[in-house]
Antibody
Framework: EVQLVESGGGLVKPGGSLRLSCAASSFNFSDYSMNWVRQAPGMGLEWVASISSLGPYLNYADSVRGRFTVSRDNGKKSLYLQMNSLRIDDTAVYYC??????????????WGRGTLVTVST | DIQMTQSPSSLSASVGDRVTITCRASQDVRIYLNWYQQRPGKAPKLLIYSASTLQSGVPARFSGGGSGTDFTLTISSLQPEDFATYYCQQSFSTWTFGQGTKVEIK
């Protein structure tokens, strides 16, 4: 069974930085594009960032572009999200999510349990 | 960005009921439409992709339909474990989600 386990969340002040990690197991991590999706408390889902299987293709939501950086280490089967210049409205549970197989239609196949990021004074 | 609008925002239903949720896109997304279920306190789970393809392991009482701008998710006979929030997502262009439909027990 595919397992995605996020870590690195916590409480940070506005303007601060945080780095999220996601450890993958039980699937061929290097074959899949990976994504971060977030959910503010009591709210809906928002796509944050994507990275292709070998890393050269990156994409970001307008709300985080220039502040967040997604990266991956296929040897370590890990996904990362470097978050800088954090704002109060970045407060959310951040989910690590795998895309479907190569050539699939952009669906989000497997989700981690999420890690909570709280930006507050 | 493409706006996704779900209706209703919430509904109350009984075990055994047939339930249909609608998702409308602000522009044509062909069949690049996916559905997710989120139970309280849990991560979302993929139910249906490409508008009508059931993800492996998802019960056959779930079905999806539509193309272009109008889509539906139907649960043929609601079960206790189906009380949850459902989200549609378009993957035609920059990914966006609907606001969610909460299915509650009547």
């Amino acid at each position: 069974e595919v397992q995605l386990v996020e870590s690195g969340g916590g409480l940070v002040k506005p303007g601060g930085s945080l780095r999220l990690s996601c450890a993958a197991s039980s699937f061929n991590f290097s074959d899949y594009s990976m994504n971060w999706v977030r959910q503010a408390p009591g709210m809906g889902l928002e796509w944050v960032a994507s990275i292709s299987s070998l890393g050269p293709y990156l994409n970001y939501a307008d709300s985080v572009r220039g502040r967040f950086t997604v990266s991956r280490d296929n040897g370590k089967k890990s996904l990362y999200l470097q978050m800088n210049s954090l704002r109060i409205d970045d407060t959310a549970v951040y989910y690590c999510v795998s895309s479907g197989p190569v050539g699939s239609s952009g669906y989000l196949a497997y989700w981690g349990r999420g890690t909570l990021v709280t930006v507050s004074t | 960005d493409i706006q996704m609008t779900q209706s209703p925002s919430s509904l109350s239903a009984s075990v055994g009921d047939r339930v249909t949720i609608t998702c409308r896109a602000s522009q044509d997304v062909r069949i690049y439409l996916n559905w997710y279920q989120q139970r309280p306190g849990k991560a979302p789970k993929l139910l249906i992709y490409s508008a009508s393809t059931l993800q492996s392991g998802v019960p056959a009482r779930f079905s999806g339909g539509g193309s272009g701008t109008d889509f539906t998710l139907t649960i043929s006979s609601l079960q206790p474990e189906d009380f949850a929030t459902y989200y549609c997502q378009q993957s035609f262009s920059t990914w966006t989600f609907g606001q969610g439909t909460k299915v509650e027990i009547k």
